[in-house]
């Protein structure tokens, strides 16, 4: 279960351009649960989920996870059981090391990295398991450095790396937003599977509302640091693109936009 | 045949401060400039212990770990006081110089007397009062070869993965939940290591310890790592740790053959035109179109 208490956080403290982005914002994500968040730009969704990561501080209020007050825990600490991919398809491999190598790396988080190989032969065969199931033909190309693969290419292994080790909390941050809408569709697919097979606890921010409509089983639409919409279950099953469209809508003519 | 003999020599030895040069300018992405101090910091701890005695073969891995000390103090100014990685090094490579004036004693000391790695009562023993021209080169090879296999089989290591992955991508050091500030600063010790050895060697090599070998050997290792890289682009094949011993003697040979028609003097300037030259050849002409379109 992760929490989120009386987060406080500012931009630019002290200076004209001072902006208060959350003030007082709470929220509590049960485990086993897939939130999509929604909102337009500036919303604070991004500016959400690296707070949970520890990539940016918060001014007050406090973070749990299952209880335990890793407010001030650092990001890299966090990470051992958050798995987190980017919105950047360049964010979550390594360009100039292959795709054994990557794997090899992914396969040991959480691990020492001491003066044993680098790859173990004998997962090799775990790993092409693992990229055959992109229906990519990665397996065939262990030896390829990531940085020829192309963006849809390296998104899919980031998902794949990114899970590959078991972890409580899975973490999108527009992880379809730089793909082509075929690709995209695809990465989505997987997503939905990964998270059903793993039983990840889920947080999934992105700008495409069918996907938000879609998948999980919470969706969250964040105006101005506040949650304006929050459906879940048989609600959230209810809800229609046009629905939030109009709701979208709505708040883009209060904000004069 | 002379002049080629030296080039090769002078070549593989500085091949040593281009593989650390390659550890911190290629993996990390970091202008280390620390290099300017930790090589003749190998240089004067190699010294003052061969004076007090030491067995010269000994000298090479105590250089090893004097300069690793260095790039660690490096790795931790930039890395815990968020000190800029260019003014992190030339930090360094300023307090470095009293602390190898302090090391060595003074600012030359001669080892001509002295029994160093290239000649010493054991090489007398095997070889006779001669000792032939082969057996420095030989000997020479060895701590190169050493050097750069036991650097190859350590990136293929998990830890040695990491190491790559900090300059490629830091961002993913972080997502496998390691601090990639520690993963930097142990760059850096490996890096002025290889330096700190290579300045041991040549202080050996020349028999004499004086405190201006550091200036501009960031240069040398700089010159020495892209001539290499710019030579194998096309041949993946040929590592990299290999390609920057290629560059290392190909720039030392450039830099004796035009020492020939110059006075020596202007070794320095010939060693900082040459390395321009060198920059400018190897630029990406492509890029270079853009940049100025």
Known sequence: ?257 | MDFILTAVEQGLIYGILALGVYITYKILDFPDLTVDGSFPLGAAVTASLITKGMNPYLTIPISFLAGAAAGICTGLIHVKCKVRDLLSGIIMMTALYTVNLEIAGTNNVPLFSRQTMFKNDMLTQLFGDTVPDYVKIVLILAVVLISKILLDLYLKTKSGYLLRAVGDNDNLVTSLAKDKGNVKILGLAIANGLVALSGCVFCQEQRVFDISTGTGSMVIGLASVIIGMALFKKLPKVKATTAVFVGSILYKACVALAIKFFNPQAMKLITAVLFLAILIVSMDRKKKVKHYA
């Open chain 1, 1 to 257: 279960m992760l929490e989120l208490k009386h987060i406080e956080k500012y931009y630019n403290p002290g200076t004209v351009n001072e902006m208060c982005l959350f003030q007082d914002f709470n929220l509590t994500i049960e485990k086993g649960q897939f939130v999509s968040v929604i909102g337009s730009n500036g919303s604070g969704k991004t500016s959400m989920l690296n707070l949970i990561c520890g990539s940016i501080d918060l001014d007050g209020g406090k973070i749990l996870i299952d209880g335990e007050d890793i407010t001030r825990e650092k990001e890299y600490k966090r990470l051992k059981r958050i798995g987190r991919v980017y919105q950047n398809p360049a964010m979550g491999t390594c360009p100039n090391m292959t795709i054994l190598e990557n794997m090899a790396m992914a396969d040991n988080k959480g691990k020492f990295f001491g003066l044993s190989r680098g790859t173990n032969k004998e997962r090799i065969s775990y790993y092409k398991e693992c990229l055959s199931q992109l229906n990519l033909g990665l397996e065939d190309k262990l030896n390829v450095k990531v940085g020829s693969l192309s963006g849809g290419q390296r998104q899919a292994m980031s998902l794949v790396m990114s899970t590959m080790t078991p972890i409580d909390f899975l973490i999108l941050d527009e992880h379809t937003a730089a793909l082509d809408p075929k690709t995209a569709e695809r990465i989505m697919e997987l997503t939905g599977k990964i998270v059903e097979e793993k039983k990840l606890t889920t947080i999934m921010v992105t700008h495409n509302l069918r996907y938000a409509v879609e998948y999980g089983d919470r969706l969250l639409m964040m105006h101005e640091g506040k949650a304006v919409i929050d459906v879940a279950g048989e609600e959230k099953k209810k809800v229609q693109v046009d629905q939030i469209l109009e709701r979208f809508n709505q708040i883009s003519i209060e904000c004069g936009n």
